[in-house]
T-cell receptor
Framework: DAKTTQPPSMDCAEGRAANLPCNHS???????VYWYRQIHSQGPQYIIH?????ETNEMASLIITEDRKSSTLILPHATLRDTAVYYC?????????????WGLGTSLAVNP | DGGITQSPKYLFRKEGQNVTLSCEQN?????MYWYRQDPGQGLRLIYY???????QKGDIAEGYSVSREKKESFPLTVTSAQKNPTAFYLC????????????FGDGTRLSIL
């Protein structure tokens, strides 16, 4: 079962901020949210992850709501190379381990 | 550069043959994973390994086998028992199976002729 909900597609103008939303209303209190992206025919690339606080790295910022039921990935200045499928993922418990549940993601098109 | 290497990038096999996909990492990660990706679907976990000489089945292990004889290597064999083997196969690794993120190779696209 997918534990996250994302819009299937989004557009963004080059140079503008891309804000990708994700709903994870069933997330547990100690579960992290992870974001990956995948360019066609390549492996997924890790972007960022977070638990409660907002996070920022050289690629993106992650904003998590106070109730942790949703988050937004922000690409501050989108370029054409940011065109990819973006996955928002949470871990679920599987026996004594945890596993990632991958949905279909959001296909982001950055337009010139 | 540290990373995960999958080879070959494209692989063709005749129906009924076993085929082995290679995955090597030089990140010194303990955990390694195999996923399968089909068009229009999310990644699905085939097998994972937390340490050398130990591995567990994922969600779709039937028709696949793995080994973990070395920390840096986690080969996947697609056997003739796998009913629909044509897919994009992705290998990943992480420091451990807890909260650290997984890092992926660039995949092997397997086509059965």
């Amino acid at each position: 079962d997918a534990k996250t909900t994302q819009p299937p597609s989004m557009d963004c103008a080059e140079g503008r901020a891309a804000n990708l939303p994700c709903n994870h209303s069933t997330i547990s209190g100690n579960e992290y949210v992870y974001w990956y992206r995948q360019i066609h025919s390549q492996g997924p690339q890790y972007i960022i992850h977070g638990l409660k606080n907002n996070e920022t790295n050289e690629m993106a910022s992650l904003i998590i709501t106070e109730d942790r039921k949703s988050s937004t990935l922000i690409l501050p200045h989108a370029t054409l190379r940011d065109t990819a499928v973006y996955y928002c993922i949470v871990r679920v418990r599987a026996g004594n381990n945890r596993k990632l549940i991958w949905g279909l993601g959001t296909s982001l098109a950055v337009n010139p | 550069d540290g990373g995960i290497t999958q080879s070959p990038k494209y692989l063709f096999r005749k129906e009924g043959q076993n085929v082995t996909l290679s995955c090597e990492q030089n990140l010194n990660h303990d955990a390694m994973y195999w996923y399968r990706q089909d068009p229009g679907q999310g990644l699905r976990l085939i097998y994972y390994s937390q340490i050398v000489n130990d591995f567990q089945k994922g969600d779709i292990a039937e028709g696949y086998s793995v080994s973990r004889e070395k920390k840096e290597s986690f080969p996947l064999t697609v056997t003739s028992a796998q009913k629909n083997p044509t897919a994009f196969y992705l290998c990943a690794s992480s420091i451990e199976t807890g909260y650290q993120p997984q890092h992926f190779g660039d995949g092997t696209r397997l086509s059965i002729l």
